[in-house]
C-alpha cells in the first residue's frame, strides 16, 4: 500500500514563508500538491514528474516552487510570502500520469494557516 507523508505546515503571519516536505513509501512518477481551503474545492497547486517536468495549478504563482529528491522519495513545496488566501490544509498526491487529475494516493493533509 503506498503511503504518503506530509510535514511542516504551520502557523505563519503574512508575508513569511514555509517549507511543505512529503515522502513516500515508493517510488512514483508523478508526485503532486493540492490544497483545499474552507469551503471550497480541492485545487491543484503543483505537480512534478520524476524529471522535474511542472504542471502548475489553474491558479499558478511565482511564490510556489516544487522540487523532488528521487532518491529520497520526497517532494516539496517552498511557499514564501504567504498571504492569507493560501490558508489551506494542503495535501500530497501521487500516483497519476503527467495530467492535472490527481492519483490515487493521499497524504493525510498538513494545515498551513496565514494569519495576522
Known amino acids: 500500500q503506498v503511503q504518503l507523508v506530509e510535514s511542516g505546515g504551520g502557523s505563519v503571519q503574512p508575508g513569511e514563508s514555509l517549507r511543505l516536505s512529503c515522502v513516500a513509501s515508493v517510488n512514483l512518477y508523478v508526485m503532486a500538491w493540492y490544497r483545499q481551503a474552507p469551503g471550497k474545492q480541492r485545487e491543484l497547486v503543483a505537480k512534478?514528474?520524476?524529471?522535474?517536468?511542472?504542471i502548475d495549478g489553474d491558479s499558478p504563482n511565482d511564490r510556489f516552487t516544487v522540487s523532488r529528491d528521487n532518491a529520497k522519495k520526497m517532494v516539496y513545496l517552498e511557499m514564501s510570502s504567504l498571504k492569507p488566501e493560501d490558508t489551506a490544509v494542503y495535501y500530497c498526491n501521487g500516483g497519476s500520469a503527467f495530467i492535472k487529475q490527481p492519483g490515487p494516493y493521499w497524504g493525510q493533509g498538513t494545515q498551513v494557516t496565514v494569519s495576522s
Open positions: 512534478i514528474n520524476d524529471a522535474g517536468l511542472i
